[in-house]
């Protein structure tokens, strides 16, 4: 170290935050760093011009005379602002953003020469509290409000404190810093003087500085349009980069109605062509934004936007979609009023004010197609019976026109999940839409694997998602969006989202549903530092809930089909199926009646093991419902087509019968064997044995078991009852008593019972889940081993590549064990402790078996090793 050069070493030193360690390596660095050349230069060098005499004056050590100078003969700035902070940080109190010792580290003749430097600079300087130059520019903020003309603080006396006493901010930590820019915002014509003194204006301070610009002035006055037009005209001459971004241009255009000014001066700054970009394009997707949020049903919203489409109008449907929905919802308010016995408006005056609006913003001719994409927004009124009369009387629409609009509706109703409440009306309104639904749903909308992308393209696996049931209350609220591509014709725009592009040239911002005078209140209340990150932790929830993209008070479309359509159909195996792929706990929990403990097993829709290969498929963790039903007994499918009619499976409308609750009665009617008829199968009946636990709320399926019914014969007018078992059978034996002839034969009786359940065990459905979930598993396991093999093979020669495993696998390999142990404590609780760990369900005649032959060899050191081979054969066994 002592080696090297000063030239070497200053570099070293300037790079060092705290360079104490540094300088008492050696004696050689020491000497070196005592030069005040060389600690003038490390401020200058590391803080900048700006900031050096900031943290110069916080190392009391190192400051004396000679350093001062050579920081002022270097150009470090020395302003009048900082010499009276300094003032009130010595001798009086401590500033209120300075929270170190800072200048009092200083000697007393350190801070006099300073002091005495200032006075030859500036003059007399004023050291009171609140005289200092930053209070003098809060007060100009605090005025910004009100017209030039009644503010405290005139432009000369701002243009001399920055052109003759040198104001900046000194230090980032100086609220200034981050309130400067708001002071050109309101006097542009300081900014030269600003650069002059070494301050630079930073692009993420644009949308501060304009917002501020056209911030709604508290005096109405006259001249305000052409104040705001003369400011941001200034201040982007001065500087390029300072231009009015989409962003502030969008926030203005929400305050078309109550910041009239601002808005007249956006207007005329678009038709002299003094903005990058033009506002119809903005006002448009601004307009576009409100079709998938709840605030398009707000009143004061609904005024902005149709004064905004009257100023700009559009030819694009989504914007036709969002102004006629604002006057169907407003006049919907008047028809069906929320007071109870307050008479609205009748139809036909329903009809005749909605036409008025519509012809004084200019959207005739209204076509049938604009009733149909209004009805099925998801905002749209659920009390529909008003837009249809208007397509009645101003459409002239016949009744099989009207049942065509209103099947088309229930159809796209049926992939817009929040729109259950209008899909039940439609469906209790019109009988003929369950036959239609019916037959839609399982013609379109049934799944196969076939249907899913391929599990090699992940990609398409993870993008895939079902049409019905799809999740909508996790979805982040719309905030903003970015500027779309100009089109050639506006006739081309489609209802397809905005594309994600934005300029090449400009950054010109996003677009979102705040007001103007909404993020000026998020900037004040925000924290000083670090302000442009914590928009959303002081965001009013007014503004947060305004953005969601569903209603307030939806309903689940999934769940109306359940109640309508029943358990055991077609429709609600479909939207089981694609509420299982989507990932939709709420659905997939209802279905299954995990939400409520008292739905019996028959009103359940049952899970399939092909829910499990879908999922399997496509990558995905099955959710935790599916393996809690298989934990509470749920019965095991292969697919849909083993519990549902042919009829259901295709569609087929169901037949009216005039007796159907004699036939219902008929079929539900059963019988039971007498007790004279004893049957061997009632001794092999598996019991529970009167020490063990009771089983649990979860396995509230499989834990009791009891016996098949049997249909009655014909001409049997006998009524017979249960057999008594064993486990029913009353004990009249006195314990400790003489009679042991009696408690020998119950006690041969148990262990026969035992032994006869023991003989033939019965496959439950649990085993039937663990051993057709084995089988899957493994079948994915070795699709993940192959795939490893390739891309280890692809790999460089001696890299170790890691490949993780899918979450299906993941998932499966964590619940599977935990399923298996049930299984394995209920068979106990059947069959007796000493029941076999092993699967006896898998035996020779199973579809999979894998053989295995252990092989022994001897290491290099003589000790034995076992391992296994496996070979290939045409049967796997799979063990539980």
């Not at 020395?78 to 009130?88: E, G, W």
């Not at 255009?253 to 009239?260: F, H, L, T, V």
């Not at 249809?388 to 229930?410: D, F, W």
Request: with cysteine; hydrophobic share 35%; aromatic share 8%.
């Amino acid at each position: 170290m002592d080696k090297l050069c000063d030239e070497i070493l200053q570099i070293i030193l300037n790079e060092l935050d705290d360079p104490t360690s540094f300088i008492l390596t050696s004696k050689h660095i020491h000497n070196f760093t005592q030069d005040p050349y060389v600690r003038a230069s490390y401020f200058i060098s590391r803080y900048g011009k700006v900031q050096a005499f900031y943290w110069a004056l916080g190392r009391g050590k190192l400051m004396n005379k000679e350093v001062i100078d050579i920081l002022l003969s270097s150009g470090a700035h020395l302003s009048r602002y900082l010499v009276q902070c300094i003032i009130q940080h010595y001798y009086r109190s401590l500033v209120h953003f300075i929270k170190t010792q800072w200048v009092r580290s200083l000697d007393f003749t350190t801070v006099n020469y300073i002091l005495s430097i200032a006075g030859e600079m500036y003059g007399n300087i004023p050291v009171s509290k609140g005289e200092d130059d930053g209070a003098a520019f809060n007060t100009l903020l605090k005025d910004s409000r009100l017209p030039s003309d009644q503010r405290v603080m005139k432009f000369e006396a701002a243009r001399d404190i920055v052109e003759k006493y040198k104001f900046i901010p000194f230090c980032n930590k100086d609220p200034m810093m981050a309130q400067f820019p708001l002071v050109l915002a309101i006097e542009p014509r300081l900014l030269p003087f600003a650069r002059a003194n070494g301050f630079y204006m930073d692009h993420k301070y644009r949308n501060f500085v304009f917002r501020k610009m056209f911030e709604k002035a508290a005096i109405v006055s006259e001249g305000r349009m052409d104040e705001i037009i003369r400011n941001v005209k200034e201040l982007t001459r001065l500087d390029p980069l300072m231009f009015l971004s989409r962003t502030v241009a969008a926030e203005i255009c929400m305050e078309a109605k109550s910041n009239e000014a601002a808005y007249n001066a956006l207007k005329a700054l678009d038709q002299e062509g003094c903005l990058k970009f033009e506002l119809r394009t903005v006002v448009q997707d601004l307009i576009k934004l409100f079709a998938k949020t709840r605030s398009v049903a707000s009143p004061p919203i609904a005024n902005v936007l149709r004064q905004l489409f009257i100023d700009f109008p559009s030819k694009d449907p989504t914007v036709r979609v969002v102004l006629l929905l604002q006057i169907f919802l407003s006049e919907h308010l008047a028809v069906t009023p929320l007071i109870p016995g307050l008479a609205g408006l009748s139809l036909t005056q329903y009809v005749r004010a909605c036409k008025q609006k519509i012809e004084d913003i200019g959207l005739n001719p209204v076509k049938r197609t604009d009733l149909l994409e209004v009805l099925a927004n998801k905002f749209a009124p659920d009390r529909f019976v008003g837009i249809l009369e208007y397509g009645r009387t101003e459409l002239a629409m016949s009744r099989n026109e009207v049942e065509g609009l209103i099947q088309e509706l229930a159809m796209r109703c049926l992939e817009v999940g929040c729109k259950g409440k209008m899909l039940k009306k439609l469906l209790e309104a019109y009988t003929f839409l369950d036959d239609v639904v019916r037959e839609r749903v399982m013609k379109k909308y049934r799944l196969n694997l076939d249907d899913l992308p391929m599990s090699e393209d992940e990609n398409a696996c993870i993008n895939f998602s079902a049409p019905l049931c799809r999740g909508f209350e996790c979805d982040p609220p719309v905030i903003s969006v970015l500027p779309s591509k100009p089109t050639e014709t506006e006739d081309d725009v489609s209802l397809d989202e905005p594309e994600e592009e934005s300029s090449d040239e400009f950054d010109l911002g996003y677009i979102g549903q705040d007001t103007l005078s909404a993020m000026i209140r998020k900037d004040e209340l925000a924290p000083t530092r670090g302000r442009r990150r914590f928009y959303d932790m002081y965001a009013p929830y007014s503004d947060t809930a305004g953005k969601l993209t569903y209603p307030a008070d939806h309903v689940q479309v999934g769940r109306v089909v359940r109640q309508r359509f029943g358990p055991r159909s077609g429709v609600s195996a479909v939207f089981l199926m694609h509420a299982v792929v989507n990932g939709n706990p709420m659905i997939v929990q209802s279905y299954l009646g995990l939400t409520t403990d008292a739905l019996p097993n028959e009103l359940r829709i049952p899970i399939t093991l092909k829910h499990f290969k879908l999922l399997a498929r496509l990558g995905r963790a099955p959710g935790q419902s599916l393996y809690e039903d298989i934990e509470a007994g749920a019965e095991f499918y292969f697919s849909e087509e083993d519990y549902l009619t042919p009829e259901e499976l295709t569609g087929t409308p169901r037949k009216k019968y005039k007796h159907s609750r004699i036939r219902i009665k008929m079929v539900s009617s059963y019988t039971v064997k007498t007790e004279s008829s004893p049957a061997p199968e009632a001794l092999s009946a598996p019991i529970l044995s009167s020490s063990s636990p009771p089983p649990s709320s979860s396995a509230r399926r499989s834990a009791s078991i009891s016996c098949s019914p049997t249909p009655t014969p014909s001409g049997s007018t006998s009524r017979r009852r249960l057999r008594r078992t064993a486990s029913t059978t009353k004990s009249y034996v006195v314990p400790d008593s003489d009679d042991e002839d009696i408690a020998d034969s119950k006690d041969e009786m148990v262990q026969h019972v035992h032994a006869q359940a023991k003989k033939r065990k019965v496959e439950s459905n649990m085993q039937k889940w663990i051993k057709h979930l084995t089988i899957l598993y493994k079948e994915e396991q070795k699709k993940y081993n192959e795939k490893k093999r390739r891309v280890q093979a692809a790999a460089e020669p001696g890299t170790k590549v890691r490949l993780s495993r899918n979450e299906f696998l993941r998932s499966m390999a964590a619940n599977l064990p935990r399923i298996r142990k049930l299984d394995h404590l209920k068979r106990q609780q059947l069959y007796g402790p000493d029941v076999a760990d092993e699967d006896y369900s898998s035996g020779e005649e199973d579809e999979y078996q894998d053989r295995r032959t252990r092989k022994r060899r001897k290491s290099d050191d003589g000790q034995s090793i076992n391992y296994f081979t496996s070979k290939e054969h045409n049967k796997i066994t799979v063990n539980a």
